[in-house]
């Protein structure tokens, strides 16, 4: 059974930053898009950053140039610097991976890891 486990959320102040890591373990076959999720109180989750297997990525532009996404293919697992916190970034933070298991892709999603940014 493939689990992605996130780590790295808590409380910061404006301006401060913390790492997120999102390990994914199981009978993984290979992993393709790797993708950082996040969702406050009251709206719908959203994309905040998403890396293809050879590197590609792409953010939200409300976290472009703030926030960095990177992976380890070899350790199954990806990662999102956050730097220059805001206040608006306060959600929970979910890890998304397409992944072959048992033969066919799924998209698979952590439990979440809560970010609270103080003002």
């Known amino acids: 059974q493939v689990r992605l486990v996130e780590s790295g959320g808590g409380l910061v102040q404006a301006g401060g930053s913390l790492r997120l890591s999102c390990v994914a373990s199981?009978?993984?076959?290979?992993?393709?898009?790797m993708g950082w999720y996040r969702q406050a109180p009251g709206k719908q989750r959203e994309l905040v950053a998403a890396i293809t297997s050879g590197g590609s990525t792409n953010y939200a532009d409300s976290v472009k140039g703030r926030f960095t996404i990177s992976r380890d293919n070899a350790e199954h697992t990806v990662y999102l610097q956050m730097n220059s916190l805001k206040p608006e970034d306060t959600a929970v933070y979910y890890c998304?991976?397409?992944?072959?298991?048992?033969?066919?892709?799924?998209?698979?999603w952590g439990q979440g890891t809560q970010v609270t940014v103080s003002s």
């Open positions: 998304n991976g397409n992944i072959l298991a048992d033969y066919r892709f799924r998209e698979y």
């Open positions: 199981g009978r993984i076959f290979s992993i393709n898009a």
